[in-house]
């Protein structure tokens, strides 16, 4: 069928994102799993996301991965990337992904104050709340810094083609962006470049981790999981500082999240949240949210739309989410017109691991 590929038009394309090849601008958004016993990825993990590479996602990037401090996460299940054998887990990962014929990205994740305090560690938060999390100390910073460097260093080592450090969702990095949970009165607070010096702090850190041509990826939101609406930036101008210290710090891309892909961020502009974050600083932005989860998306106007704004330039690549978690060959299926192998996404597809 013809009319699909059509639509896809240049998302099925081979592009480059800072100098990294990638065989078309689909990548797929990272997503937790709880697959990785002990923090160790397991060959059914790497078979997963080869199987999305494969079936021609361009770059596919990691669930969050822990770095390696204690106060990273607590879950047992959610992958580590720590030297020995998490490290040996992440190398059979990207082989496999490699030999799809794909790249992969690193996600690497602190969960902040959303780590549960089950083995005697308190979360970790910029300023400390009333629930007794503890308010990151300088020398915190330190360590921190220590712990991301060093993850983006096994990263490097275990075969990854780039990172991205996760600053979205409320989670550390994003709880330094956000005002409602950044109260430091230090120079990690405060005004908008404040509140984006820890960020940028471990961006330049892992920068100088991992080899100058890596590209390095930062993802970042408005909303959180616990508040949809939530902003860390109420203008262009207060995003502009923001994403300007990541491009400073040595970010090649954003990694912009949002729940729908066509929902504008600020009053008297249609510019998505990627949009903005290419306009403001030049630099390449992938978008997401709620793209082709159901079947009639392929062959709609929104598809259109949305092929026709990176074809604008607006923004890059293209991120899918839920629907890959049932549909591992959505792309290869839209591309050949086969919709009818293609089933809608359901949320029981979060239970199923293929
Ligand atoms: C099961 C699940 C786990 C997720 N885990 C992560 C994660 O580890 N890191 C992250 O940045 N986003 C995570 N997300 C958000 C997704 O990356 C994506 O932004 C979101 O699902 C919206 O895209 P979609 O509408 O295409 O699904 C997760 C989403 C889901 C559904």
Redesign the pocket.
Known sequence: MTSTTTVLGSLLEPTTLAGLPLTSRFVM?????YHSPGGVPTPEVAAYYRRRAANRVGLI?T??VLVGHPSAGHHTAVPRMTAGPAERGWRRVTDEVHAGGGRIAA?L?HLGSAREAVDGISAWTPSGTPRGTHAMTLADIDDLLAAYAGAAGVAVRAGFDAV?I?A??GYLLDEFLWPHTNRRTDRFGGTPAGRAAFPAAVIRAVRAAIPAAMPLVV?FSQFKERDYAARIAESPAELAVLLEAFAAAGADVL?A?????DDPVFPGSPRNLAGWARHLTGLPSIT??????TRDFLGSDALRALVGRVDAGEFDLV???????GNPAWVTLAAAGRLDEIHD?RKSD?DIYY
């Open positions: 958004a990272p997503m937790t799993r990037i669930e969050g996600q994740w991205e996760h979205a969702h993802r990694h999240s949002q729940r729908h892909f997401v949210g709620s793209v082709g989860l991120s899918l989410g839920r629907i890959l978690l996404y979060e």
